[in-house]
């Protein structure tokens, strides 16, 4: 009923910039927070970045300063800007939504499939 689709993906050198992004479509009745996680290969997913539905964010701190989130609450899609990528940034990038399908209907979180970003040194 929800659909989530990342694009933006790819390889990049080190210093350099990747902007990914992530549309929902489908039954939506409201959108609360968004949010982009990342998983490395044999390593725990982290969460990296998430945007309430006021528009307030928050970092971890392995990205504080590099990468920026935003939202464009007309278009479903939530944005995710990197810059000053280092080597282990390299991972796969998912984003979520926490979404409500109807008035009535409860908030179930939704995931993307999942972009791959290569930084190469």
């Known amino acids: 009923q929800v659909q989530l689709v990342e694009s933006g993906g790819g390889l990049v050198q080190a210093g350099g910039s990747l902007r990914l992004s992530c549309a929902a479509s489908g039954s939506i009745f409201s959108i609360n927070a968004m949010g982009w996680y990342r998983q490395a290969p044999g390593k725990q997913r982290e969460l990296l970045a998430a945007i309430a539905s006021g528009n307030s964010t928050n970092y971890a701190d392995s990205v504080k300063g590099r990468f920026t989130l935003s939202r464009d609450n007309a278009k479903n899609t939530v944005y995710l800007q990197m810059n000053s990528l280092k080597p282990e940034d390299t991972a796969v990038y998912y984003c979520?939504?926490?979404?409500?399908?109807?008035?009535?209907?409860?908030?179930?979180?939704?995931w993307g499939q999942g972009t791959q970003v290569t930084v190469s040194s």
């Open positions: 979520n939504a926490d979404v409500k399908t109807g008035r009535y209907s409860g908030t179930y979180r939704y």
